[in-house]
């Protein structure tokens, strides 16, 4: 495994996120996301998990990033809609808070012995494998994921549908 | 060392040709159209850019169009978000260059100990790198759409997006009874499962599959009947009315990049690929010497009679300018050659190859006949555009999502009952 | 080799920590930005990137352990984020049509 790919891609990952929550433009905020999203992309690489890897591209870059940026369009947005109020105490607040949610993650995380990936087996992360654990162990939680995603469709088509009251 | 140089120029060569490839394939298509438009439509097409008076048919046309469109001024109107506006076209075209690197171009064949897979990258889950590729080439259009601060690119830009998630699921829904059959996501295999035999290929296996890849790839290149997003009748020109010059030839050539690799991957999953009709790589490649000799006879003959017609047809004063020596340009050199070629073969008589040459041989002619395969059908992209009108914005949805996608997930059941009965 | 090269690389060595420490932090700044942004559309692209996070955790400790049933949980969190977005997003096209606005301090009041 590489070093310097992974500091590139967590370099890239952690910049574009940072840039995305500063931005008050939407559609700037998505493009900094979809870079991200493919950043994290290359990490699953790294890891090997290549299929992963192209569904994180084909599911949030291709899909679900496109819906965002369609909403934003469909909205057509002016400059004064994008004017939101600000709280600076807030935003501190917050800052404190995270800081101190990251260095807690930090040092539970450290308190694991520091050993690096093992050899990987033969065929790991390959579509073979990820099926054929999909269709036996998890088929329940499968079939619950399908169902989720009809009562999503159905919301999603009730919720944009528009009212007609008289 | 002198592997590992080997190693490096292979590895360069996989990525620069696929691109080169792409870049020779937009000008021959940009004229393909063009005379193809004017074939359908019963007149004579380009005709009249030239050098030094050779006119080729129209083929000067694309250089001329090129040399126009790069010394154009390059404006950028006032209004626009300059960042995202000239970022669009770059992603664009890009996009639309990466996704032919894995596309397999031939058989891989044994080369020095190892195998050479004529493919840039032999990734695992191929077909769905394709798919998310593809599914990448609509922010360029909606990033234009958005950032060219116009009413008619925001509504291209929307109906862009619109209309490539809709016809992303049944394309992707199509590919899988494609996977079903073949057991395998990668598209190498996907080819080398088909056979050569015609009659195993995937579009008289799997008909209802084909059909629907097809439309959907014509909806997800923007071509005629669904090229919603820049219908000029409505929509000035869609998402790249406010480009010019050089970024507007960045879309154009985007879009016939797009539609070069619609149909590599259309070749590659339904039609067989790089297989040769009725010829198998391992028949070709022990029986290699017959082949290249039968095959170079015939290409004599042919060059000879084509050559021959062509001289015959020179008459002065036919145009009454340097029109008139055309035929006579190709024409001649191609007698010469056919007879050149014919005496060798009669001087040679038949040799033996080595196997490494047999190889190659056959790699080269399965590159061509699957580049073949590929202008084919980049030729049925054009004839379509030029006979079918395009369609209203409702009947776009309608013909998606309560045609195709239940046509999609049907044809997958019958796949799938088709299975259990083989 | 040369040997000093060696010994770089075992300084300059991923280990499991580098990708948590990376998700920790994903996590950190996805929960920041939902907090300080007003804007309802970057935050649900903040939420988005707190999914991302666990999903990279989820796949770092995969190959980790070298089992598959990481990944798995990954795509399920796609199908959800999926879900999530399409929900999400239907409710900010119908509250702007209600409200006119983006910023979620406008939707403080149950009325429409």
């Given at each position: 495994?590489?070093?310097?790919?992974?500091?590139?891609?967590?370099?890239?990952?952690?910049?574009?996120?940072?840039?995305?929550?500063?931005?008050?433009?939407?559609?700037?905020?998505?493009?900094?996301?979809?870079?991200?999203?493919?950043?994290?992309?290359?990490?699953?690489?790294?890891?090997?998990?290549?299929?992963?890897?192209?569904?994180?591209?084909?599911?949030?870059?291709?899909?679900?990033?496109?819906?965002?940026?369609?909403?934003?369009?469909?909205?057509?947005?002016?400059?004064?809609?994008?004017?939101?109020?600000?709280?600076?105490?807030?935003?501190?607040?917050?800052?404190?808070?995270?800081?101190?949610?990251?260095?807690?993650?930090?040092?539970?995380?450290?308190?694991?012995?520091?050993?690096?990936?093992?050899?990987?087996?033969?065929?790991?992360?390959?579509?073979?494998?990820?099926?054929?654990?999909?269709?036996?162990?998890?088929?329940?939680?499968?079939?619950?994921?399908?169902?989720?995603?009809?009562?999503?469709?159905?919301?999603?088509?009730?919720?944009?549908?528009?009212?007609?009251?008289? | 060392?002198?592997?590992?140089?080997?190693?490096?120029?292979?590895?360069?060569?996989?990525?620069?040709?696929?691109?080169?490839?792409?870049?020779?394939?937009?000008?021959?298509?940009?004229?393909?159209?063009?005379?193809?438009?004017?074939?359908?439509?019963?007149?004579?097409?380009?005709?009249?850019?030239?050098?030094?008076?050779?006119?080729?048919?129209?083929?000067?046309?694309?250089f001329a169009d090129a040399m126009k469109l790069m010394f154009?001024?390059?404006?950028?109107?006032?209004?626009?978000?300059?960042?995202?506006?000239v970022l669009a076209p770059f992603i664009a075209l890009s996009?639309?260059?990466?996704?032919?690197?894995?596309?397999?171009?031939?058989?891989?064949?044994?080369?020095?100990?190892?195998?050479?897979?004529?493919?840039?990258?032999?990734?695992?889950?191929?077909?769905?790198?394709?798919?998310?590729?593809?599914?990448?080439?609509?922010?360029?259009?909606?990033?234009?759409?958005?950032?060219?601060?116009?009413?008619?690119?925001?509504?291209?830009?929307?109906?862009?997006?619109?209309?490539?998630?809709?016809?992303?699921?049944?394309?992707?829904?199509?590919?899988?009874?494609?996977?079903?059959?073949?057991?395998?996501?990668?598209?190498?295999?996907?080819?080398?499962?088909?056979?050569?035999?015609?009659?195993?290929?995937?579009?008289?296996?799997?008909?209802?599959?084909?059909?629907?890849?097809?439309?959907?790839?014509?909806?997800?290149?923007?071509?005629?009947?669904?090229?919603?997003?820049?219908?000029?009748?409505?929509?000035?020109?869609?998402?790249?009315?406010?480009?010019?010059?050089?970024?507007?030839?960045?879309?154009?050539?985007?879009?016939?990049?797009?539609?070069?690799?619609?149909?590599?991957?259309?070749?590659?999953?339904?039609?067989?690929?790089?297989?040769?009709?009725?010829?198998?790589?391992?028949?070709?490649?022990?029986?290699?010497?017959?082949?290249?000799?039968?095959?170079?006879?015939?290409?004599?003959?042919?060059?000879?009679?084509?050559?021959?017609?062509?001289?015959?047809?020179?008459?002065?004063?036919?145009?009454?300018?340097?029109?008139?020596?055309?035929?006579?340009?190709?024409?001649?050199?191609?007698?010469?050659?056919?007879?050149?070629?014919?005496?060798?073969?009669?001087?040679?008589?038949?040799?033996?190859?080595?196997?490494?040459?047999?190889?190659?041989?056959?790699?080269?002619?399965?590159?061509?006949?699957?580049?073949?395969?590929?202008?084919?059908?980049?030729?049925?992209?054009?004839?379509?555009?030029?006979?079918?009108?395009?369609?209203?914005?409702?009947?776009?949805?309608?013909?998606?999502?309560?045609?195709?996608?239940?046509?999609?997930?049907?044809?997958?059941?019958?796949?799938?009952?088709?299975?259990?009965?083989? | 080799?040369?040997?000093?090269?060696?010994?770089?690389?075992?300084?300059?060595?991923?280990?499991?920590?580098h990708y948590l420490v990376l998700a920790a932090v994903l996590?950190?700044?996805?929960?920041?930005?939902?907090?300080?942004?007003?804007?309802?559309?970057?935050?649900?692209?903040?939420?988005?990137?707190?999914?991302?996070?666990?999903?990279?955790?989820?796949?770092?400790?995969?190959?980790?352990?070298?089992?598959?049933?990481?990944?798995?949980?990954?795509?399920?969190?796609?199908?959800?984020?999926?879900?999530?977005?399409?929900?999400?997003?239907?409710?900010?096209?119908?509250?702007?049509?209600?409200?006119?606005?983006?910023?979620?301090?406008?939707?403080?009041?149950?009325?429409?």
């Amino acid at each position: 495994m590489n070093p310097y790919f992974f500091y590139a891609f967590a370099t890239i990952t952690v910049l574009m996120v940072v840039l995305m929550i500063l931005q008050k433009n939407p559609i700037t905020g998505a493009m900094c996301l979809i870079v991200s999203f493919f950043s994290l992309a290359g990490l699953y690489v790294l890891l090997e998990a290549h299929f992963i890897a192209v569904l994180q591209i084909l599911v949030y870059a291709g899909a679900i990033m496109v819906l965002f940026i369609f909403v934003i369009m469909f909205l057509n947005l002016k400059k004064e809609d994008l004017k939101t109020g600000r709280r600076p105490f807030y935003q501190f607040a917050a800052l404190i808070a995270s800081g101190a949610l990251v260095t807690f993650l930090v040092v539970q995380y450290t308190k694991i012995p520091p050993v690096s990936f093992p050899e990987s087996v033969a065929g790991f992360g390959t579509v073979e494998a990820i099926g054929s654990l999909m269709f036996s162990k998890y088929v329940i939680a499968f079939e619950v994921i399908g169902l989720l995603l009809l009562v999503g469709i159905i919301g999603a088509v009730l919720l944009g549908k528009k009212e007609n009251h008289d | 060392m002198d592997t590992q140089l080997l190693h490096f120029i292979i590895v360069t060569l996989k990525l620069v040709i696929p691109f080169a490839i792409i870049l020779t394939f937009i000008p021959l298509l940009v004229w393909l159209e063009r005379k193809g438009s004017a074939f359908i439509q019963d007149r004579p097409g380009p005709n009249r850019a030239a050098i030094m008076g050779i006119r080729l048919c129209g083929l000067i046309h694309p250089f001329a169009d090129a040399m126009k469109l790069m010394f154009k001024e390059d404006i950028i109107p006032s209004q626009v978000h300059k960042f995202f506006y000239v970022l669009a076209p770059f992603i664009a075209l890009s996009v639309a260059s990466v996704t032919f690197l894995v596309i397999p171009f031939a058989a891989p064949m044994p080369f020095g100990g190892g195998v050479l897979s004529f493919q840039a990258a032999n990734i695992n889950a191929g077909v769905l790198y394709i798919l998310a590729m593809t599914s990448m080439g609509v922010f360029g259009i909606m990033l234009a759409g958005w950032a060219s601060n116009n009413k008619f690119a925001r509504l291209g830009g929307l109906r862009s997006s619109a209309q490539m998630i809709s016809y992303e699921l049944s394309m992707g829904l199509a590919v899988i009874s494609v996977i079903m059959w073949a057991g395998s996501l990668a598209l190498n295999d996907i080819v080398s499962l088909q056979g050569a035999n015609i009659l195993r290929w995937n579009f008289i296996y799997d008909p209802l599959a084909c059909l629907i890849f097809i439309t959907a790839a014509f909806a997800e290149t923007n071509r005629t009947p669904f090229d919603l997003p820049e219908g000029e009748s409505e929509l000035v020109a869609g998402y790249h009315t406010e480009y010019s010059s050089m970024k507007f030839s960045m879309f154009f050539m985007a879009e016939y990049a797009n539609m070069v690799i619609a149909s590599a991957l259309i070749v590659t999953l339904f039609f067989g690929g790089w297989q040769i009709p009725f010829l198998d790589t391992n028949t070709f490649r022990t029986n290699a010497d017959y082949y290249l000799y039968y095959f170079l006879v015939a290409a004599a003959v042919c060059c000879v009679i084509l050559g021959t017609f062509l001289s015959i047809k020179f008459k002065k004063g036919r145009f009454g300018d340097k029109r008139d020596y055309e035929p006579l340009v190709f024409g001649v050199p191609a007698v010469v050659a056919g007879l050149a070629i014919f005496c060798l073969l009669v001087v040679l008589g038949r040799f033996p190859l080595p196997l490494e040459a047999a190889n190659w041989i056959v790699a080269v002619c399965q590159i061509f006949t699957f580049l073949f395969k590929v202008l084919l059908m980049c030729w049925v992209f054009i004839w379509v555009r030029w006979t079918v009108p395009r369609i209203r914005y409702d009947q776009l949805m309608d013909l998606g999502w309560k045609f195709m996608l239940p046509l999609a997930m049907l044809n997958i059941v019958i796949t799938a009952v088709r299975m259990l009965w083989q | 080799m040369h040997p000093r090269s060696v010994d770089f690389e075992i300084h300059m060595h991923v280990s499991i920590h580098h990708y948590l420490v990376l998700a920790a932090v994903l996590f950190c700044l996805g929960l920041l930005g939902v907090i300080i942004q007003r804007n309802i559309l970057i935050m649900l692209m903040c939420i988005e990137v707190l999914m991302n996070s666990i999903n990279l955790t989820f796949i770092a400790l995969a190959r980790y352990y070298n089992q598959v049933d990481g990944h798995l949980v990954a795509i399920f969190v796609m199908a959800i984020a999926a879900v999530e977005a399409a929900i999400g997003l239907g409710i900010v096209i119908s509250l702007f049509r209600n409200r006119q606005s983006i910023d979620i301090n406008d939707f403080n009041s149950m009325r429409g």
